[in-house]
């Protein structure tokens, strides 16, 4: 099992909470989400598959935020830290 795990914040470095996390395993297609804490915080843990993961995170207000090609590995973790910029 793998773990993804990470922050969110706006582009004044503060916590961005409720937004919206979605990982996407890029080769199998396995998707999980979560909504980030009061402190912008989010954890995905027990992913069952390692290898290359998309993470979108989306809010309203909020430009949609993505990484990619984010790799886990077997007994692993991961952290993730994106910026969400206000919408415009």
Do not use: C, W
Not at 2 to 30: F, K, M, W
Not at 48 to 77: N, W
């Amino acid at each position: 099992m793998v773990a993804l795990q990470g922050t969110v914040t706006d582009p004044s470095h503060a916590a961005v909470s409720g937004a919206h996390i979605t990982v996407t395993n890029e080769t199998t297609g396995l998707t999980r989400a979560v909504d980030s804490d009061s402190a912008g915080r989010f954890i995905l843990a027990g992913l069952p598959v390692s290898g290359a993961y998309t993470v979108s995170i989306t809010k309203d207000g909020f430009a949609a935020a993505r990484a990619t090609h984010v790799q886990l590995t077997p007994g692993s973790s991961a952290v993730v830290a994106l910026t969400l910029n206000v919408a415009g």
